[in-house]
């Protein structure tokens, strides 16, 4: 197999290769014959067919079609082309690039042909050779095609001299491994397990059962593989980036395994009682076969709290079996979650993204080449050195806890000051080079988030909104019905251990819907008694809609004025802060006493409501609607003092300045305004309308636009989350909704789901 390069009759060919004179397109290349490749069971033969173009690099502005060399971006955030090279006036590049036809002989598996032993496809290959930019164009080409390089060939790769590349792109099955920590999906596996319960779920991680669960996800799509060597000698490094494919069409796939001993399993069992005190030996006995009368009788009654036993007699048999139901359904909940959150993920990295990088050292490439060669990295990643490990684009979305469904990453904030991010981005994906005609697909990220933290605040607090928008397929014309859409909101704080923590955790967990009322009491108890006063503790409050739940929320918002304004109410009357007033103590009582306050300000639309009006009428109320406990509740609310009605009107809802008749009408105007842009959502949804790539006025972008309005205070995303568990209920949107209190109190970790 041989390289055959022709240039047409150029004056440049005496020039240096920097000189501004040179065409970036050179001529083309063309590579003869075949050659097979041997795989286990049988061969993969190699043919050129196609003539591309030779191309030389020596400006910045030059465009690499494969996205090798370019300008590096500003900020590494998976959504822009990340070149492995820059000409940068010293050094300049020539890419020789190839069309190959793949086709598999034999019975043996290569991951690029689809049918095992039979089958065939397109590989584009490319050889980058670096040189300096005084060395003239003739010069280069005739040392060049001496030695044009496949990557395919071991010796060509080991070949590479700094600065050069090999690189080759084709539909790959491609396998990566991923090793995470359990308590990591704990939120999804306990929202599944009280889903089946239909019940509250208290879920108690022990410090000492520290474990991983390993996992692999398939994907099958255009990939590229690039063989480098940034320094002479070093080690070569290896990259996985996304391609444009010729093909719409993606496929995710995920896999995970549990070893026996797995303490996850433990603590499921264990959480259904707490009297259980050896969980792990039911587990082992149950895996070995081995358990003793009386523990077979411990874990048939958990089995059946779960609901995986329904067996009368707990025999060893019917015991057995309803143990391997549960393990199936935790490694079928664990996948979903794992697939779910690289699915989230890899749609917002956009073509020539870097997934995967690696430092092979010089002495393991031999070894490591071939499974390079077939994609499956899932067995380099079992056999490499954590050093080798460069860049993993998944890794950073597990320690962020977005990998999980979806979610949202802070950094930490170390003194007192408080952090507003915010970030609406659209990726593109394309199924053809064919950028403006081609199938496309797009996948909006939009996270809001806000932090208040340190010595001033006296503790850290985080609040955020996640709203997914994004294409599963590829479309001509991308519609509004076409993207699937979620939710997700989160509240966050970081304190020392003490029963008011505690108590306003357990609270927020009632309004957010996570908890019943009626269980509070028992789990502020059992939370407080966790460890001594002063531990480090943090709780977090989720809620995540999934898309057949928000398209059904979608669908009947606006159906019931009355209702959803009145369940607003509700929700704001639930979201007020909990104070030591025996009329805030609990939401209950807050619902009852301040719903008819809220639902008037929202009939008014907040017109006129002053301060004085709020404090005069919130005060009347009280005296008159709470019994013994009025007189004394109407005197602090007409203090204005800090968590009183009207004080949550100035910090919440105030526009910043008496603007018309509404100069404390934001908390209205927010939610009338989402409200306006949900339902304009679900119009464009039912009509198909066509959304643009970066058309800030479609119903997608809207809904980014008014959420966004959302996040600023936290008493807004609490009363919002409270509505849309009000309107779950109304319309029966059941498990679609998750909502969830996590709470990590020293080295122990709970997680209550009401199901």
Not at 344 to 353: F, G, I, L, Q, V
Not at 490 to 497: I, K, N, P
């Amino acid at each position: 197999m041989s390289w055959s390069i022709h240039i047409p009759a150029v004056n440049t060919l005496k020039l240096a290769l920097g000189n501004a004179a040179h065409e970036q397109a050179l001529g083309h290349a063309e590579l003869n014959g075949n050659k097979a490749i041997p795989i286990q069971g049988g061969a993969v033969s190699l043919t050129g067919t196609l003539k591309v173009p030779v191309e030389l690099f020596n400006d910045r502005n030059d465009k690499d079609a494969y996205g090798i060399i370019g300008v590096p971006p500003k900020t590494l955030d998976g959504s822009s082309v990340e070149p492995l090279f820059s000409p940068d006036g010293a050094a300049c590049w020539l890419k020789y690039a190839a069309e190959l036809s793949a086709e598999a002989n034999g019975q043996g598996h290569f991951p690029f042909v689809e049918l095992s032993g039979g089958g065939a496809l397109q590989v584009k290959v490319a050889d980058y050779r670096h040189h300096a930019a005084t060395q003239t164009l003739e010069a280069a080409l005739g040392s060049d095609v001496k030695s044009l390089r496949l990557p395919f060939v071991l010796g060509d790769v080991q070949a590479l001299q700094p600065g050069d590349a090999l690189s080759f792109q084709t539909c790959v099955a491609l396998k990566a491994g991923v090793k995470v920590s359990w308590s990591a999906i704990s939120t999804s596996l306990v929202a599944a397990l009280a889903k089946r319960l239909a019940g509250q779920l208290v879920f108690e991680l022990k410090a000492e059962a520290g474990a991983s669960i390993g996992g692999t996800v398939s994907l099958q799509d255009e990939f590229r593989i690039v063989f480098s060597r940034p320094k002479d000698g070093g080690p070569f490094r290896v990259s996985v980036r996304k391609a444009t494919s010729d093909a719409a069409a993606v496929h995710v796939s995920a896999g995970v395994s549990l070893e026996y001993s797995s303490p996850l399993l433990a603590s499921i069992l264990s959480a259904v009682d707490a009297k259980v005190q050896d969980a792990l030996k039911l587990v082992e006995g149950l895996e070995q076969g081995s358990l003793q009368p009386a523990l077979l009788q411990v874990a048939a009654a958990l089995l059946k709290q779960l609901g995986f036993l329904k067996s009368v007699e707990p025999t060893v048999s019917a015991v057995t079996a309803a143990y391997e139901e549960l393990k199936d359904f935790v490694e079928s909940v664990v996948s979903g979650s794992l697939k779910a959150g690289f699915e989230y993920e890899y749609a917002r990295s956009t073509e020539d993204a870097t997934l995967l990088e690696l430092e092979v050292p010089v002495e393991e490439l031999a070894g490591a080449h071939g499974a390079f060669v077939s994609g499956d990295l899932a067995s380099i990643q079992r056999r490499v050195n954590d050093t080798w490990l460069r860049r993993y684009f998944h890794m950073k979305s597990v320690e962020s806890q977005r990998v999980w469904g979806l979610g949202l990453g802070w950094r930490d904030v170390n003194f007192a000051s408080q952090e507003d991010r915010r970030k609406l981005k659209a990726v593109v994906q394309h199924a053809s080079r064919d950028h403006r005609q081609g199938p496309r697909r797009y996948a909006f990220l939009g996270a809001r988030s806000y932090t208040s933290s340190g010595v001033l605040y006296g503790k850290t607090s985080r609040w955020g909104l996640d709203f997914s928008a994004q294409m599963p397929r590829f479309s001509l014309t991308p519609s509004a019905d076409e993207f699937e859409y979620s939710f997700f909101a989160q509240s966050q704080v970081e304190d020392g251990l003490s029963k008011e923590l505690i108590q306003r955790a357990v609270d927020g967990a009632t309004v957010w819907g996570a908890v019943r009322p009626e269980d509070a009491p028992a789990l502020v108890d059992r939370l407080f008694r966790a460890a001594p006063a002063g531990t480090k503790t943090v709780t977090r409050l989720d809620l995540r809609v999934d898309n057949p739940s928000f398209r059904r929320l979608l669908a009947k918002l606006g159906s019931e004025p009355a209702f959803e304004r009145n369940a607003f109410a509700r929700a704001l009357a639930r979201a007020l802060p909990r104070a030591s007033q025996p009329v805030r103590t609990s939401l209950q009582r807050r619902e009852e006493l301040y719903t008819p306050l809220w639902d008037a300000y929202l009939k008014d639309g907040a017109k006129d409501w002053t301060l004085d009006r709020a404090r005069a009428s919130v005060a009347w109320h009280l005296k008159t609607q709470a019994g013994a406990d009025g007189f004394v509740a109407s005197h602090w609310e007409q203090t204005g003092g800090t968590g009183t009605f009207s004080d949550v009107l100035v910090q919440s809802s105030r526009y910043g300045g008496d603007i018309g008749s509404q100069p404390y009408g934001k908390v209205y105007v927010f939610w009338r305004d989402l409200l306006d842009k949900l339902i304009a959502l679900n119009k464009a949804i039912h009509s198909e309308a066509v959304i643009a790539e970066n058309d800030s006025t479609s119903a997608v972008q809207q809904v980014f636009t008014a959420l966004d309005d959302l996040a600023c205070d936290d008493f807004r995303v609490t009363a919002f989350v409270a509505w849309m568990d009000q309107l779950a209920i109304r319309w029966k949107l059941g498990s679609g909704i998750q909502r969830l209190l996590q709470v990590r109190v020293g080295e122990q970790e709970f997680v209550i789901s009401h199901g």
